[in-house]
């Protein structure tokens, strides 16, 4: 199954491929206001055959369900969360080459268009727009998207500047008070800089960048300044832009700015930033707790080490042309670890996994693997609604030498969120009734349930509920519990979450199947299992993973 911004990019660069990117024109502008929030503006102009094409190939994968959407028959209800499927392999569907009137298409591709960002509701407080315009043979896109931080812009908004092949950027205060932005390449991206402009001239496109802010610019490294404004205007038939985007690669782009009312408390990276992005909105269930060492019980257990190292040969790029160094993989030794719980306890999340000290048989230091390349650390985030005394994690390493045996000694750390005791209260005889709250006062004093949706029908079932009440009502945790099941499973996906006078309201969908015996969906009507955490622990645990032989 592919995630929609996977899906969408596949079939954009098969259109691009069926029409060619010559008279395809891109503008971004990444607007900074004072208060902090973020405005992204991403202005494209296409061949209008090029969009009918795009436009028919996501309904159909919509429709077959290929990123996570089941579109209904007309008989059926609304669509819901598919269930897991094996991972499929993209191909163009077949479309016919009917055109489509203005009207039409203006309906359909606001559908489509709206869709590239309206997915990151899911995980925070953003929300997007698109504008449809039929020109003739051309059409005009023009989608905004609003973000409430800059934090959220850093984790979620690399869409804006990502097309210039920058994936790095860093906001931070210098030393005189004023704001500097930093945009750059991971090492990864860097491994192929230079063939980045060779994909340039092959889509043959046009892109404006513009970064405004809310102080004036005072030095930029962009071409381009104008009071609040810097930007870069790139067109691939253009020599002398792709010669500056090129020197730009070597460089990075550094831009200093007056405040202009905006506060940054801390340095943000978006490479730190992004290790939690897409995470689920589940509801908070102890992040906002102080970190305290953790007391005695965990216990570490290495169960895997993989090593992946890359040999770039010289003579290699004659067949690889343009795409040499695009591996997706990072080098280092992965050490796979599991992780259990004190006694009676749950754990509910792993992370900031960190690498103190690590040596080999031969007393060499071997360094984190996050010092050289980019690699996030390895987070596990317990939502299964399934008691688990134990996490899977990762803890990365750089490529030991050739002739290393033994990585004798692992020193690391984590965050680990644990449940000891919970409050539980079961919810039976369900019925979607807007205007019935059901009182969890058993669980949490002053906390209500309404019910807005339930429907059970192939073979899955989905339960939307609005939970409101005191702000604790965030680690609330939910499980719908199927009688006569034997093996049953449920997916909480929470949309949104907002606290106004003293009212703090989530909602959310919960999709869950159960099966019998005779691996049928069982019929039985659901319940649902209300738990809020009595004894909540966030501590930072220390363990040593050693003798772990290599061969």
Known sequence: MLSFPCAFLAVLMMSVSAFGAGSMNYKNTVTVKPDGTCVT???TLMPRKSVEQQVKMMEQMKKRGEFGVVEPDEDEGEGEPAEPKPPVT?????????????????????????????????????????????????VRVITTTTYASIKDLLRYGQAAWSMLGFDEVRVEKDDKGNLRWTFGLSKQMARYRKNLSQQWKATGMKNDFTLVLPGKVL???FPNTKEKETSIAIDAQKQETLDALTKLYETGVTIVAEPGGLVVGETLDSKVLQRTAYRARQGDMGSDLPIVDAGPGFLAEPLAITITATHHFPEGTKYTGATEGFEMQNDGAMI???????KGRTIRSVSDIRVVKAVDNKGRTLKPAGEEEDVYSSTF??????????????????????????????????????VGKWKETTLTGLKADKDN?????????????????????NQRGTLAVRVEGPADVRRLDFQVKIPGSQHSSAHPMQQNEKTENNLTVRTLTLSYYGYDSRGQMSGAP????????EEIKRERVKFTLKALDLF
């Not at 796979?336 to 004190?342: E, I, N, T, Y």
């Not at 005394?389 to 020193?411: F, G, H, N």
């Not at 659901?526 to 955490?533: I, K, Q, Y």
């Open 219 to 221: 030095s930029s490294t």
């Open 41 to 43: 503006t991403t202005e």
């Open 437 to 457: 709250k059901l009182d969890l006062s058993a669980v949490l004093p002053d906390a209500k349930l309404i019910i807005t949706k339930l429907d059970q029908k």
């Open 381 to 418: 985030m317990d939502f299964s609604n399934q008691a688990q005394d134990s996490a899977q994690m990762q803890v990365r390493l750089q490529v030991p030498e050739p002739d290393t045996e033994t990585i004798e000694e692992v020193a690391a750390e984590a965050v680990v969120v644990t």
């Open 526 to 533: 659901p319940s649902l299992l209300v738990r809020f955490p």
């Open 90 to 138: 993209l191909e163009a569907p077949k479309i016919d080459d009917k055109p489509i009137a203005d009207d039409e298409l203006v309906k359909r591709a606001k559908e489509v268009y709206g869709q590239q960002h309206s997915y990151l509701s899911t995980y925070a407080d953003i929300k997007t727009d698109s504008t449809i315009e039929v020109q003739g043979d051309q």
């Open 336 to 342: 796979q670890v599991k992780l259990f719980a004190p």
